[in-house]
Antibody, heavy 118, light 114 residues
C-alpha cells in the first residue's frame, strides 16, 4: 500500500528557513517523479515543485522560484523541500504527492502545516 | 500557464438530486495523438488530503462510486454526481496535466446539502 508521510511543519518567523520531509513507502520511489502541492488556510490547491525520478530535473512555481529547493534521497525513499526566505503567504499545508508519470496526483500524503508569522 | 476556472464557487443540492460542477480550461487540453483530455477531478473533505475521483476527464478511479461521472471536451468539462449522498459534501477540484509545468487546479467548488 502506497504511503506518504510529511513532516517538518512548524511556526517560523518571516525570512527564516524550514525543511520539510516526505517519507515514502509501498511503491518504487526511485522510479517516479515527486511533487509538493500546498494549500493555504481556506484556499485552493497550488502546485509548488516537482523533481524527476533521478533528481535530474526540477521545476518550481513562480511564487517560490529562487527561495525553495526540492530534492530527494532515493536510497532513503525520502523527498525534501528546503524553504528559505519564508513569507507570510507561504503559510499553508504542504502535501507531497506523486503522479507516477501519469499527470494526476495519486496518492497524497496527509500534509504538514507551515505557519509563517512574527 | 493554463488557467482552470470552476463554476459555481459553491453549490447546495438536495439529497438524492443531481449535482453538476463545471470546469473550463483557458486552452484546449485535448492531445490529438491519443484523443485524450488531460483533466482530473478530486474530492477534498475537511481535514483530509484531496482524493482522486476521475482522470482522462471521464475515467473513474477504482473504488469511486458510479454516481460520480466526468464528461466534456476541448476546454469545457463537467463533474456530475447523479444522486447526492450526505458523504459527498466536500470541495471538488479540477486539474489539468497537459501543459506542465505548472500543474494547475481550478479554484474549487464547495458542495453542500440543501
Amino acid at each position: 500500500q502506497v504511503h506518504l508521510v510529511e513532516s517538518g511543519g512548524d511556526v517560523v518567523q518571516p525570512g527564516r528557513s524550514l525543511r520539510l520531509s516526505c517519507a515514502a513507502s509501498g511503491f518504487n520511489f526511485s522510479s517516479y517523479g515527486m511533487h509538493w502541492v500546498r494549500q493555504a488556510p481556506g484556499k485552493g490547491l497550488e502546485w509548488v515543485a516537482v523533481i524527476w525520478y533521478d533528481g535530474s530535473k526540477k521545476f518550481y512555481a513562480d511564487s517560490v522560484k529562487g527561495r525553495f529547493t526540492i530534492s530527494r534521497d532515493n536510497p532513503k525513499n525520502t523527498l525534501y523541500l528546503q524553504m528559505n526566505s519564508l513569507k507570510a503567504e507561504d503559510t499553508a499545508v504542504y502535501y507531497c504527492a506523486t503522479t507516477k508519470g501519469s499527470g494526476w496526483f495519486d496518492p497524497w500524503g496527509q500534509g504538514t502545516l507551515v505557519t509563517v508569522s512574527s | 500557464d493554463i488557467v482552470m476556472t470552476q463554476s459555481p464557487d459553491s453549490l447546495a443540492v438536495s439529497l438524492g438530486e443531481r449535482a453538476t460542477i463545471s470546469c473550463k480550461s483557458s486552452q484546449s487540453i485535448l492531445y490529438s495523438s491519443n484523443n485524450k483530455h488531460y483533466l482530473a477531478w478530486y474530492q477534498q473533505k475537511p481535514g483530509q488530503p484531496p482524493k482522486l475521483l476521475i482522470y482522462w476527464a471521464s475515467t473513474r478511479e477504482s473504488g469511486v462510486p458510479d454516481r460520480f461521472s466526468g464528461s466534456g471536451s476541448g476546454t469545457d468539462f463537467t463533474l456530475t454526481i447523479s444522486s447526492l449522498q450526505a458523504e459527498d459534501v466536500a470541495v471538488y477540484y479540477c486539474q489539468q496535466y497537459y501543459y506542465t509545468p505548472p500543474w494547475t487546479f481550478g479554484q474549487g467548488t464547495k458542495l453542500e446539502i440543501k
